[in-house]
């Protein structure tokens, strides 16, 4: 869990000290969280209360210290090679007391996406290296500015296309596929950044997709 971002006002010069404010509390939420490895969650308030819950087993999970507040819920499932489902869901949460909410189950679709990103992934002098994800967005998101873990990209992102399904065929080409993936209308937006936590994103391009039930529809991005 963590909370943040905290806004700082240092209009005038001289020395600030910073002591923020956790809102950790004795809210909890529980339920079951069926074929998924985790639950990340996200208040509405400001500063944002947001974290996720690793259980290996689907079945139970539960999530304590919470403050009263609106929560969005994901529960994260890997699906055929790498990829990413998200389910969602939203839950109100008052001090004191537990909230029970079980996530619904995934729904599969009929759908599949493939395509190139052409580009060559940045150089890196560090241990870790860049890193190619599509995001499946709908319409209503804007540009993506920065992300920590992967899991934390699927609070405005409905599926993730990652490691093993973005192959890296030649020094300039990457090659990406999804299945699955249900009927609707989105924005697919393909992404380089490092493979550490916490790191801006580099480079992004977004492409429109109106997909229908049986559609395999092609996207290449220019990075």
């Known amino acids: 869990m963590h909370s943040g971002p905290f806004l700082l006002n240092l209009s005038r010069p001289g020395q600030y000290q910073f002591a923020p404010t956790t809102r950790l509390s004795t809210g909890v939420i529980e339920g079951t969280h069926e074929e998924c490895y985790a639950v990340n969650y996200q208040s509405d308030r400001f500063p944002v209360t947001a974290g996720l819950v690793y259980q290996s087993p689907p079945g139970e999970y539960q999530i304590e210290g919470l403050a009263s507040g609106h929560y969005l819920l994901n529960a994260v499932t890997q699906h055929d090679g790498d990829n990413v ?20 189950e995934l729904e599969v679709g009929t759908c599949a996406v493939s395509g190139v990103i052409h580009g060559k992934p940045s150089y890196s002098q560090g241990g870790g290296s860049y890193k190619w994800y599509v995001l499946i967005r709908k319409v209503s998101v804007g540009p993506v500015t920065t992300c920590d873990v992967y899991e934390s990209l699927t609070m405005d992102t409905d599926y993730v296309i990652r490691g093993r399904n973005i192959i890296q065929k030649t020094e300039n080409q990457a090659r990406l596929m999804a299945t699955g993936l249900r009927a609707g209308t989105y924005i697919v937006t393909a992404i380089e950044r490092y493979s550490e936590q916490g790191f801006e994103v580099q480079r992004q391009q977004s492409k429109p997709l109106i997909i229908k039930d049986g559609e395999s529809v092609t996207l290449d991005f220019d990075l």
């Open 85 to 104: 489902f998200v389910r969602r869901a939203q839950v109100q949460v008052v001090s004191g007391e537990l909230v029970r909410m079980d996530l619904p």
